[in-house]
């Protein structure tokens, strides 16, 4: 079993800075692809940014890409999700995910959910 617990969420005007960030605990951390998903009112659940076992490679949604980065520090079981230059639509409950794959990308099955911070955009 993997426990993700999300952190870093609240409400931010458009432009800003928001930082998340996740901490694991359980199985080997550095067994499991990494990830952030996403989910906006109304809405179903989307993929945002994904990493590697060890950091070394990411990948993200076109949405986010340039704005958003996905990082992780394995001394402390912990994944962070930098947001710059946040947009209304931006706007939603954001969830950590675990999965024992190589990297997590848009379709990958994911295996541990975190609870989900929420993020709110203003205008």
């Known amino acids: 079993q993997v426990q993700l617990v999300e952190s870093g969420g609240g409400l931010v005007q458009a432009g800003g800075p928001l930082r998340l960030s996740c901490a694991a605990s359980?199985?080997?951390?550095?067994?499991?692809?990494m990830g952030w998903f996403r989910q906006a009112p109304g809405k179903g659940r989307e993929f945002v940014a994904g990493?590697?076992?060890?950091?070394?490679?990411?990948n993200y949604a076109a949405s986010v890409k340039g704005r958003f980065t996905i990082s992780r520090d394995s001394a402390k079981n912990t994944v962070y999700l930098q947001m710059n230059s946040l947009k209304p639509e931006d706007t939603a409950v954001y969830y950590c995910?675990?999965?024992?794959?190589?990297?997590?990308?848009?379709?990958?099955?994911?295996?541990?959910w975190g609870q989900g911070t929420r993020v709110t955009v203003s205008t």
């Open positions: 995910a675990a999965a024992s794959v190589h990297m997590i990308v848009a379709h990958t099955r994911v295996d541990y």
């Open positions: 359980g199985r080997t951390f550095s067994s499991y692809g």
């Open positions: 990493i590697d076992w060890v950091g070394g490679s990411t």
